[in-house]
C-alpha cells in the first residue's frame, strides 16, 4: 500500500503530487485513488488533496477481508435478454428491472453483448420504428466488451471498471467455443453495499 504510506506521510497531498512521487502520470494512479476513497481508506477533498481515511485509522481487517474477496463470491444475478428481443422490449425491461445495462444472449443462453439506455437512446432518438430493431444490431458485441471471471479479484474489478467507466462487468466462464456462458455480473452498486456490510461487520 505505498500510496497509503505516502499520503500518510505527506497528508494533505494533491493526485499530482503523488503522482510525481511514484514517476507515473496523474491518470495512471486514478483508479487506484478511487478505489481507496470508495474503500474509505483515504478522504478526498477538492483543491485540497487526500487525506488518511477513517477505515484505515480504525479497523483494517475491512480492508484485508476486502482484499481475499473474488468476483465469484459477490456477483449477483444480471439482467439479460435474448438478442432477438426488440428495442421496444429492451426499454421496457430495463425499466421495469431498474437496471442501467443489459447482457444480450443467443439461443444457447451464451454471452454476445451488452446494451445500455445510451445505445437504445442512439436509435429511438427521432426515429419512430427503431422500437422493432433487433438488440442485435445495436448491442456492443462479446469481445469488445470488459468482462470478469469468478476467480479475479474483487479489487482489480473495480479498477476496470473505473479504468474503463462502466457501471457493471459481466461475470463470464469461457467455453472455448466461441461466446462464452454468463456466471453473473458485478456492479458498482454490488461494490457499495459489499463496502457497506464489511463497514458494519467491524464497528
Known sequence: MELVQLVKQHAPITGEQLAEMLGV??????????????????????KVGYSIGNAYRTDHSA?????????????????SVPETYSVHDA??????????????VNEQ?????????????KVTLG???????????????YPNIVTASPEDAVADAISK?????????????????GAPGIAGWITKSNIVHLVAELTTDTE
Open 25 to 46: 502520470s496523474r491518470p495512471t494512479l486514478r483508479s487506484d485513488l478511487s478505489l481507496l476513497v470508495m474503500l474509505g481508506m483515504l478522504d478526498a477533498k477538492p
Open 109 to 121: 443462453q451464451k454471452f454476445v453483448g451488452i446494451v445500455t439506455p445510451k445505445d437504445l437512446l
Open 63 to 79: 480492508i484485508r477481508r476486502f482484499h481475499e474477496l473474488t468476483v465469484g463470491q459477490v456477483q449477483g444475478v444480471p439482467v
Open 161 to 177: 471498471m473505473l479504468a474503463h467507466q462502466v457501471n457493471c462487468l459481466p461475470v463470464v466462464i469461457p467455453d472455448g467455443n
Open 127 to 141: 426515429n419512430p420504428s427503431a422500437g422493432t430493431i433487433p438488440v442485435s444490431m445495436v448491442m456492443t458485441r
Open 91 to 104: 426499454v421496457v425491461t430495463l425499466y421495469m428491472a431498474n437496471a442501467d445495462t443489459l447482457l444480450v
